[in-house]
Every structure is written in structure tokens, then in C-alpha cells.
């Protein structure tokens, strides 16, 4: 089973400051690792897909990169809206199975 | 634009059954995708149970395994999940989701809000 890890767990930050959240999986996943947002009593939202795609509707302020091992989440400026639980996701081929990261918190500085 | 509704019982009792069905609007259950239940446990993260096809194929949670059923009403559009012998442990939001339509369906790109289950005597 791969196990994804997600550094730091608590990030401190101010509106229009730059967030850099890490994903490490425990064996390579490719390219195949997905990222959310959620919010309490909402549901998660997709924002990238694949290690850097976009889903529909995200903003441009929202990148991924990384493959094999090591990702990274970045918002380039923190809006208001942005503060937020982000979690990374991944998926075993065989047997079927997800797993996700425990989870960053971005909190208001 | 899906939209998914989860919907059940808010309290099961210890060694109960949880229940719970997942509303599909915008979509049919019918379509080339996969759709899974994920929780949430309080404070902790995010869990996936498991997901079923509209051919009734369906993968689970070894973790979970022996005790969870998914399935689908395709006359009414709902996605079910029948979780027994519950406990403490099981307490949690879940939500449904579905899996992107593609080849090796690897995320998720519709979620519902959540229902929150709590079990307890």
C-alpha cells in the first residue's frame, strides 16, 4: 500500500502571501496524484489533477508540480477563500484502491 | 453540472447497520463512471470505503471489507452504502463521490456535501 505523507501539517499565512504545501508517496505513483480542497460541512473540491492539471474553474493562482515520489501544491497569492484544508490523493492499480495525505491546514497568520 | 446528496439516518446504534443513499442529479449512475463513499472520522482525514460500476463490479476498502456494501438503484438514481456491525470508530462524515470518467479512473471530480453519521447508544 503506498502511504502519502504531507508537510507541514499547519501552514501560517497572510492574505496575498505564497503557499507551498508537499505530497511524498512512499513508492512512485507517476504522475498520478490529485489534489483538493475542503472546508468544513462543504464538499471537496478538485483542483488539480494528474500532478499539474487544473480541473475546470480553478484559478490560475492554484499549480502543481512533481511526479514520482515528490509533489508540490502552490498558490502563488492567498485570497480569503483560499484558507482551507488541502489533501493529496492518489490510486493503487491493483488491488483498487485510494489513499489520501493527512492533510495541510492553511490558517489566517 | 453533477450534483451528489447523501442522505440517511444521523444515529446508528453500537452493532447496528449504517445506511445511507447518495442522491445523483446532472448524471446518470449509468454513465462510464465509477462511484465511491469516502469518510471522514472527527479530526482525522479523508478514508475511502469503496466504489461500485454501473455493471455492479465493485472494489472495497480491505480495511472495511466483510462489513461494507455499495450498490446502485438505477431506477431512482442512488448510490447506497450498507456499512454493519458499527462502532465508535465508525462515527464520521461520509461523502459520496465520483470517479472521473477515464480509462484508469485515478481521482475523484464530483463530491457530495456529506452526511454525518454518529454511533452511539
Known amino acids: 500500500e503506498i502511504v502519502l505523507t504531507q508537510s507541514p501539517a499547519t501552514l501560517s499565512l497572510s492574505p496575498g502571501e505564497r503557499a507551498t504545501l508537499s505530497c511524498r508517496a512512499s513508492q512512485s505513483v507517476g504522475t498520478y496524484l490529485a489534489w483538493y480542497q475542503h472546508k468544513p460541512g462543504q464538499a471537496p473540491r478538485l483542483l488539480i489533477y494528474e500532478a499539474f492539471n487544473r480541473a475546470t474553474g480553478i484559478p490560475a493562482r492554484f499549480s502543481g508540480s512533481g511526479s514520482g515520489t515528490d509533489f508540490t501544491l502552490t498558490i502563488s497569492s492567498l485570497e480569503p477563500e483560499d484558507f482551507a484544508v488541502y489533501y493529496c490523493q492518489q490510486r493503487n492499480n491493483w488491488p483498487p484502491f485510494f489513499t489520501f495525505g493527512p492533510g495541510t491546514k492553511v490558517d489566517i497568520k | 453540472q453533477v450534483q451528489l446528496e447523501e442522505s440517511g439516518p444521523g444515529l446508528v446504534t453500537p452493532s447496528g447497520t449504517l445506511y445511507l443513499t447518495c442522491a445523483v442529479s446532472g448524471g446518470s449512475i449509468s454513465s462510464n463512471n465509477w462511484w465511491s463513499w469516502v469518510r471522514q472520522s472527527p479530526g482525522k482525514g479523508l478514508e475511502w470505503i469503496g466504489e461500485i460500476f454501473h455493471t455492479g463490479a465493485a472494489n472495497y476498502n480491505p480495511s472495511l471489507k466483510g462489513r461494507v456494501t455499495i450498490s446502485l438503484d438505477k431506477s431512482s438514481n442512488l448510490v447506497s452504502i450498507h456499512l454493519t456491525s458499527v462502532t465508535a470508530a465508525d462515527t464520521a462524515v461520509y461523502h459520496c463521490?465520483?470517479?472521473?470518467?477515464?480509462?484508469?479512473?485515478?481521482?475523484?471530480?464530483?463530491w457530495g456535501q456529506g452526511a454525518l453519521v454518529t454511533v452511539s447508544s
Open positions: 463521490a465520483r470517479n472521473v470518467d477515464a480509462p484508469m479512473p485515478t481521482y475523484f471530480d464530483y
